[in-house]
């Protein structure tokens, strides 16, 4: 087999693997009471260093305000998000990730890693994880570095 044919296998063994994991972290997010949008928006909510607005959100996703919105009022329901005045300016308001939020999408990332992950290498030999390991360890490298 080519190289460039290999290549075409690779990238598709790792979006197929990629599409699993992250159909089962929903799947595990519906266990915790949330749709598909609410773990979305927790995990962007997580990943940011500055909390957001309604309108930067509504940009992000391509969702109207007001439906953005209204995911935000159910998520401040559960407590898993609160509204936040600006620091800079007392306008603006934010939409702030809470300690409950953060908790709950470290626990379904664990839990995706615990029951999806886990479980197949489970029935791989030791050398074939480590070697798999080792090699999507370099392949990130070489991608990261090649940017």
């Known amino acids: 087999m080519e190289l460039q044919q290999k290549s075409d296998f690779i990238s598709y063994y790792i979006r197929k693997c990629n599409k699993i994991i992250h159909e089962k972290g929903h799947e595990i997010a519906q266990e915790y009471g949330l749709t598909y949008d609410q773990h979305h928006l927790l995990i962007y909510l997580n990943k940011l ?3 957001p607005t309604i309108k930067d959100i509504s940009n992000k996703f391509n969702r109207a305000q007001n439906t953005i919105s209204e995911k935000v009022s159910r998520l401040e329901e559960k407590g898993l998000v609160e ?3 600006d620091t800079e300016d ?4 934010r939409v ?3 300690r ?4 709950l999408v470290n626990t379904i990332k664990q839990e995706r890693s615990n029951r999806v992950v886990y479980k197949a290498l489970e029935k791989m030999r030791e050398e074939d994880v480590n070697e798999l390991l ?3 360890s370099k392949l990130h490298d070489i991608l990261t ?3």
């Open 100 to 103: 409950k939020g953060k908790d």
């Open 134 to 136: 080792n090699n999507l």
């Open 96 to 98: 702030c990730i809470t």
């Open 49 to 51: 260093e500055r909390a």
């Open 90 to 93: 007392r306008r603006i308001t």
């Open 83 to 85: 509204k936040c005045v």
């Open 145 to 147: 570095k090649e940017g």
